[in-house]
């Protein structure tokens, strides 16, 4: 047996998968698959694949970069987002985490699948909302939204961040989906002073990259070495990735210099 992800309108990946062990249909569709190759695979509204397997790789790259990058750091929001092991990595810097997610059917739907669901939801440090409203009024540190962003959203959200904040935001494909990728970059110009697309190194079921967009920080310049190496053992996050992600081959740096802000 089959499925299909469709990661363009042009380009589709298939995977084997044994059984469907899941089917949960509400706001969104959570399907999950038992798979010879990758152990579980989630499939989030018939497109978007999540590999238990690989779940790490994400999760520790995009709570450990923003983090290891401002010094003191108290407050974290992760929005739109069912990925509460982005939350787990969060909350070995000490930070409080808040989490928007209106969609809590589909969200414990993952209950078996997320591997630190319960641990997180009954961390006395983590907060989870259905909407941006329902939150206590305060800045945040970092915004983390697993999510493409329209720019009232970027706008929104940068409201919320302090006067040096960062924003993790999830982009297109730069191979894929070029021009789409390039647009939304440009999207962050009027908001932010630094603007550096990044993505996993090891990423062969992906159809994304982030963007690391800051008011004051740079990603590599003010990487906080000593801060790296007081973290827990990680999987794979370290010193290099950290580096490594913001690593772009020159075709796409030049495209890049009149519209991000390196």
Known sequence: MWIVSELTPNFRQEYTIDTKILDSRSTHIVEIFKSMDFDQIAMIDQKDIISSQYLFIESELLAHIPLCVIPEPKHVLLFDSFNLEIAHECLKHGVRVDCVQGDRKSLDSLMSFLPHFHDV??????????????????????????????????????????????????????????????????????????????????????????????????????????????????????????????????????????????
Do not use: W
Not at 133 to 153: E, F, M, R
Not at 178 to 186: G, Q, V
Not at 189 to 197: S, T
Not at 232 to 256: M, S, T, W
């Open 121 to 262: 939801m009954n961390n006395a440090a983590f907060t989870l909302v259905e909407q941006v409203i329902d939150l206590d009024i305060k800045k945040y540190d970092v915004i983390i939204a697993d999510t493409l962003l329209h720019k009232h959203q970027i706008d929104g959200l940068s409201r919320m961040l302090n006067a040096q904040g960062i924003l993790i935001a999830r982009s297109h494909h730069p191979l894929l989906m070029e021009k789409e990728f390039l647009d939304n970059i440009a999207q962050y110009r009027d908001f932010f002073k630094i603007i550096m697309p990044f993505y996993p190194q090891f990423s062969i079921m992906s159809n994304k990259s982030y963007i690391f967009a800051s008011k004051s920080f740079h990603p590599c310049a003010d990487m906080l070495l000593q801060k790296i190496d007081l973290l827990p053992p990680l999987q794979y996050y370290n010193a290099h990735i950290h580096e490594g992600a913001f690593v772009l081959p020159n075709f796409l740096l030049q495209k890049l210099s009149n519209i991000a802000c390196f």
